[in-house]
């Protein structure tokens, strides 16, 4: 069985490197980018993620132009792919705006970052198995 995919977007290696051991450790399979030109090219060629957690301030593509470059992509699902904008200087108005389909701030509750990702994931999980 595979196990579900998340993409991690964020510039900050500490917490690019937190999240994935966190998540591995979970049974996720994590992927990592620095910002969100490396995001678009890897979505544009690897298999779409059930969730994706996305920084605002990145250098090269941040987070805005993330989402606008990611809404324009040809959608190969039939469940869009939920974006939850994990931030410190944005707020639930400024991801709800890009399109993002939640927020989490940061420093962020470990439980609060679990729950959102198992709500999503497992239920990517349970479609592969039907």
Avoid: W
């Amino acid at each position: 069985m595979q196990y579900p995919r998340i993409l991690i977007v964020e510039d900050d290696e500490n917490i690019r490197d937190f999240c994935r051991s966190l998540l591995e450790g979970e049974g996720y399979n994590v992927e990592t980018c620095q910002n969100g030109e490396d995001a678009i090219a890897s979505l544009d060629k690897s298999q779409d993620p059930c969730l994706i957690l996305l920084d605002m301030l990145m250098p090269v593509m941040n987070g805005r132009e993330f989402m606008s470059a990611f809404s324009k992509r040809p959608h190969h699902t039939v469940v869009p792919i939920p974006v939850y904008l994990v931030s410190a200087t944005s707020n639930s108005n400024d991801g709800e705006e890009m399109g993002c389909l939640g927020f989490l701030r940061k420093p962020f509750n470990i439980e609060a970052l679990l729950c959102i990702v198992r709500g999503h994931c497992h239920a990517c999980e349970n479609l592969q198995a039907a």
